[in-house]
């Protein structure tokens, strides 16, 4: 801190005392060029968290609020009121600790059923079937398979090394994601889109005006972000992204932020965290020859360029007109291009990998051919 008298660039604190409320540290600095001593008083910025609701309104995050909901979805089961109040102040904590100032509702509400789904599932069903607006008795059956073998896989988590962990990788546009997304549904276990990540990261640049080589804001940048998965979708500090990051801009955002080192380090590490903590489907690129060299799946999936462009051209349908199919083929390979010659982690097959060519089969026969050989050995 510079001298408030004479300007002098440093000053060196000599005495540091909690103010009486506890709430500010008092701090003794003299300056070592004209000898003169002040005091500062550091103390702790507060954010108003604000909760965006579905129709856009806004309101201030109450606590007591998401405590309420609890409650009510805990009627008559055994939880105590003290786990309770925890479950709401672990809730605020996290919300705290992104840093920002708005959270969406569906974000708030995915952080009840985290808690809710671990502390009591009884309780856990009635808040996801209230929230998730539940329509039949089908929903809530579908809910309770996918907790049995979660149960199932959690008992196998506990022993630690049997966490399941299978790569998916390949080429852009081979559906992976459908096909992993299927299969990790089927086991009951997690699926987690690591491509959305580098999407989530691509996305964030962008909007914040980030350019590839500007290095140190882009590491500043990514201590600040955090990236969450929850049903499926991709929270991005918070937001939920799900929706905005298939454009052709975003992938080619995300193709190019996947070629810095720090990007990679920090998104793999989230992936390895992710990964030993619980059982997962993962897709990418380099899940099973760098993440997860020791998964006990891999696959590698594949399918002809040509049909790659097909599919995609499909999917798109219509919504970026100006791209014929001779140009979504272009990019198909241009991203190919990228993701196997740039220098960290390229796109390649591991050793041991399974390799599936999906261009003369359809999406179910491969998800079969994948769930089939995981369960034939496990
Ligand atoms: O799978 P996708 O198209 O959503 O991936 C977006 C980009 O991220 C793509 O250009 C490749 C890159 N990527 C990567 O480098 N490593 C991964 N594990 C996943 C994706």
Known sequence: MKC?????DDTRVIDSRQTDEGHAIRRRRVCDSC????????????????????DGRREAFDRNKVIGGIIRACEKRPVPMAEIEKMGERIERKINSLGKN???????????????RTVDQVAYIRFASVYRQFADVEKFAEEIDKIR????????????PDVLR????GPSG???????????????IDY???????????????????????????ERMLNDTEIDFRSGRIFLDGEDISAGIRTQEISEAASECAQIGI????????????????????????????????AQFKFFLTATPEERARRRFEQLGGKEQDLSYDEVLQDVRERDYRDTHRELNPLSMAEDAIEIDSTDINEEETINEIYSRITAEH
Do not use: W
């Open 174 to 188: 081979a559906g992976k994601s459908t096909v992993a997304k299927a299969v990790a549904e089927k086991l009951g």
């Open 149 to 160: 073998m979660s149960n199932k896989t959690k008992t196998q988590e506990e022993s630690g």
């Open 263 to 294: 990007v990679r380090e920090k998104l793999v590490q989230i992936q390895r965290d992710i990964g030993h903590r619980k059982s997962v489907v993962m897709d990418g690129r380099d899940i099973g020859t760098n993440v997860f060299p020791d």
């Open 166 to 169: 299978i790569a998916i990788d």
């Open 192 to 218: 987690i889109d690591t491509g959305a990540m580098y999407r989530a990261v691509g996305f964030k640049m962008l909007r914040e005006g980030v350019g590839a080589e500007d290095t140190g804001r882009v």
């Open 102 to 116: 708005e959270v969406s509702s569906d974000y708030v509400g995915e952080l009840v059923m985290d808690e809710l």
């Open 4 to 8: 408030p008298y004479c300007n002098f």
């Open 35 to 54: 000898g003169k001593r002040f005091t500062t008083y550091e103390k702790a910025e507060l954010m108003i968290n604000m909760v965006v609701k579905k």
